[in-house]
C-alpha cells in the first residue's frame, strides 16, 4: 500500500482508488493508481482554487484532487464533465461540481469562471483548447493525461501551438504544461 505524506498529513490515495475502481464498469478507463499519486503531488504543488477537468468517468482523478485540495487547506472548486452518467458524488468532496455533458456544452456552462488548473482526460477538441484557454489565469496549469493524436503519437506538440504553453513536468501517462 502507497501512503503519500504532504505537509504533517498521511494521505491514503490507494483507498479513493479502490473505492472508485470498484464503481466503475470499465477499470480500464480510470487513471492508473501511479498517475493518481502524481496528480495529487501536482495539485499539492500548484494550489489551484479553480480546477476544471474534462474526463469525468467515476471521478477517480476528481476525488483525488478534491483530498489533495482539502489536504493543502485550499478552498478550491472542481468543475468537471462527461456524457457518461458513471460518476456518484462522495459526501466528502461538496467541492467537486459534476456537468453531465460534453465538454462544449459544459464550457458555456462554466463561461466567466477563471482558470488555475485543467486536467483534461478526454478528447480535446481544437475549438475547446482555444475557449479554455481564454480561460486561464495568469501562470495556469494545464495537465493532460494520455492524450495522444490518431496517429498514437503524443498530441503535446499541436496543443503547444494552439494555446501557447509549455511542458515541464511529466509523470506516467501524464504531462504538465504551463501557460504563461
Ligand atoms: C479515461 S476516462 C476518464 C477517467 C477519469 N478521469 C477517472 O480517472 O476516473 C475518459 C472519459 O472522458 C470522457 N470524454 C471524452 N471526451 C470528452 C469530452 N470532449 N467532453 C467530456 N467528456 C469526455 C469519456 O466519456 C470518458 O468517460
Redesign the pocket.
Known sequence: MHFCGYGGFKVNIDEIWYR?RAG?AKTS???SLDDCYFLYKVISKFKPEVIVE????????AYVMAQALLDSGVEGKIYT????K?FTYWEEYPNIKYYNM??GD?IKKIKGIKIDFLFA?????KS?CKKLYKMFRNKAVFMTHDIYDRKGKNNFQRMEKVMDIEIVESGGEASVLIYE
Open positions: 472508485a466503475s478507463k480510470i487513471a474534462i474526463g469525468t468517468w467515476v471521478g477517480t482523478t464533465c462527461d456524457k457518461h458513471e460534453w465538454s459544459f482526460d478526454g478528447r480535446l477538441f475547446d
